[in-house]
């Protein structure tokens, strides 16, 4: 099984992407619906995430406002909260390749918006980047509800710069060019893999 890994920065249309992968039938983890889950009443992001930060508990569930509002007020406690994180979220997706493995499909994605911050990166096989020209992924940023300027900035300081994930890559989908280019980038990007699996290097 060949594992994807498909990374973006924000505003890129790499969720986009990932749906295009689904739409083939390859199996996708969403590490950010995974902590959605985590962070969710009930989840078991809910307790840890609470000790650690007061006040971002609210009605039983973390509140990602409260959270990122303590965040930019204290930035140092974002390696705090990956520290938490990180693991439940390893376990989820550890979960979600055994069963992949056991199913016999060929590929999996690992949608993961840190994977190069996070060094998971190294734990696939394949390296699919989504990209966009700057004034494009600025555009759509700020178009979004609560997003401004200072938000963005703050988000883009943590994220591996475009150009180096793009270096990194062994594909890039453009989305800057529609969904229909960006369906075919995908289609073409897994033939590329099933000629692969099919002929090994020597």
């Given at each position: 099984m060949i594992v994807i890994g498909l990374t973006g920065s924000i505003g890129m249309?790499?969720?986009?992407?990932?749906?295009?992968?689904?739409?083939?039938?390859?199996?996708v983890f969403d590490a950010d619906a995974a902590v959605a889950s985590l962070y969710a009443r009930g989840g078991?992001?809910?307790?840890?995430?609470?000790?650690?930060?007061?006040?971002?508990v609210i009605d039983?569930?973390?509140?990602r406002?409260?959270?990122?509002?303590?965040?930019?007020a204290n930035p140092k406690d974002f390696a705090k909260l990956e520290a938490i994180v990180h693991?439940?979220?390893?376990?989820?997706?550890?979960?979600?390749?055994?069963?992949?493995?056991?199913?016999?499909?060929?590929?999996?994605?690992?949608?993961?918006?840190?994977?190069?911050?996070?060094?998971?990166h190294e734990r696939v096989d394949v390296i699919v980047v989504v990209s966009a020209p700057e004034d494009v992924q600025r555009s759509r940023v700020l178009a979004r509800d609560g997003m401004n300027e200072d938000k963005l900035d703050m988000i883009l300081a943590r994220q591996t710069p475009?150009?180096?994930?793009?270096?990194r890559a062994h594909f890039v989908v453009d989305t800057s060019r529609g969904v229909e280019h960006a369906r075919e980038t995908v289609r073409e990007i897994l033939a590329a893999l099933r000629e692969r699996a099919q002929n090994p290097a020597p």
């Open positions: 249309g790499k969720s986009t992407t990932a749906a295009l992968f689904a739409e083939e039938g390859v199996p078991a992001g809910v307790g840890p995430v609470g000790e650690a930060f007061d006040g971002v039983g569930a973390v509140s406002e409260a959270l990122s509002a303590h965040l930019k693991p439940l979220v390893g376990a989820a997706r550890h979960g979600f390749i055994e069963e992949a493995r056991k199913r016999g499909e060929p590929f999996v994605v690992f949608d993961i918006p840190l994977l190069f911050e996070t060094g998971q475009d150009h180096e994930k793009r270096a």
